[in-house]
C-alpha cells in the first residue's frame, strides 16, 4: 500500500501530530471535567441515565412540616447528579454520535498509514468505530432495559481511550521515530 | 494513560456540570431577609393531585414531593419560598421563588445553572427582568390550560425581546416556566394546606 505515515511529506506529519495532540488535549480537559464533577463508575453513570423509580403516590396529598436551621439550605447546594431524560438523550445521541464518526474515521484514516497488516487494520478500525456505539447503546440500554447496562457506557469510554492512545502512540512512532527505508521497484 | 482512560469517560458521560449561581442560604436571606426561624412544608402529592399538576403545567415534581419554606419572625409569618428545577436541553436550571403573606411573589433567583449556560442566564439576570415578578399574583385556579400557556412575568417574552441575546431569552422563558411551577404548586398546595 503507497500510503504509509513514515513517508509522509514533514509538512503532513506536522498536521498529523497536530491533530493527535489536538484530540489528546481536548480528552485531558475533559477527563479534568469529569474529575471535578463527576464520578467514574458504573453505579454514577446507571445514575445518570437511568430513570428514576417513582415513589409510590400517597391516596391523598401528605403534607409533613419540620423545622430547620438557616444551614440546612446548604445541603441543597451540593452537586446534583445530573439525569439525562429521553430528550435529552435523543439531542445527545443526534449531536455526538456525527462527531464520533468524524473522529474515529479521521483515526482509521491514521491507522492506514500504520503500516499494520491488514488483519490488525480492521482491528484498529473496529476498534474505533465500536467504541462510541458501546457507549451510546450502554446509555439507551441503561435508559429502557436496565441500569447493569451502564457498564457498556463505561466499556465504551475506556475503549475510545485504548483506540486513541494505541493510534496516537503508533503513529508518532512511525512518523518521528522509525527510520523510512527506501522502496525499490522491481 | 489514566487521564485517557479519564477523558473517554467524559465523553462517554456528557456531563454538563452545575454551576451554583447564588446559594441557597444567600438566596433565602434575599427573598425574606427579615425571617429569623424556617419550617419546611413537604407536600406528597396523591396522584390525582400529581396529574391535575401534570395536566396544568406538563410538569411534576421529583418523588411528587413539594417542599416549601416557611420564613418567621418571632411569632409571625413573613413569607414563604420554593426552590423548583427546570431541565432544560442545555442542562438544569433552579429557581428560588418567594412568596409574601398575601400570596403575592416577592421575589425571584436562579440558584443553579449549568457551565454551558451560565453566561445566558447571567445576561438574564443583568437584564433587570426578573424584578418584574414582585407582585405577581395568579389566578391559577381559573383555566389550567391558560395556566401552561401564560407567562408568569407581566408582559411576557415581549417584555424582554430585543433587549437581551437569544439565549439569554431563551433561559428567560425556561425562568419563567420555573416561576410558573413555582406559583401554581404555591397556591395550589401550600395556601391549602395547613400551617
Known sequence: MPYDLARLDRRVKWLVT?????????????GWMVWLYAGFTPDRVARTYAEPTAAAAPETTMVMEHAMSMSAFDAGDTAEVHLVDTK???????VHVPMYG????LLSVVVLG???SPRWGYAFITLLFSA????FAG????????????VLTVAGGFAMGLGYTLVAVLALRRMWLMPVTERTNP | MNRIFIAALVAALHITPTVVLVKREDAVKSILPTATAFTAREVHLSGADAHRLHEALDWGPDDG???????????????????VRVDTPHGPLEVAVGFGTDGAVLRVEVTKATV?????????VRSGVLSGYAGVKSGVTANQEAVARTPALPGGPESYRGKVGQMAGFMLEQIDKGVRRAVVSYNWFYRTSAG
Open chain 1, 18 to 30: 497536530c491533530l493527535l495532540g489536538t484530540f489528546g488535549l481536548a480528552y485531558l480537559f475533559g
Open chain 1, 114 to 116: 500504520l503500516g499494520v
Open chain 1, 132 to 135: 462510541p456505539w458501546l457507549d
Open chain 2, 65 to 83: 414531593l413539594l417542599t416549601f419554606y416557611t420564613g418567621r419572625s418571632g411569632a409571625s409569618a413573613v413569607g414563604a419560598l420554593t426552590f
Open chain 2, 116 to 124: 454551558e449556560t451560565k453566561a445566558w442566564v447571567l445576561e438574564g
Open chain 1, 88 to 94: 435529552l438523550l435523543v439531542q445527545d445521541t443526534h
Open chain 1, 102 to 105: 468524524v473522529i474515529a474515521a
Open chain 1, 139 to 150: 446509555m439507551w440500554l441503561t435508559k429502557f432495559a436496565s441500569p447493569h447496562f451502564a
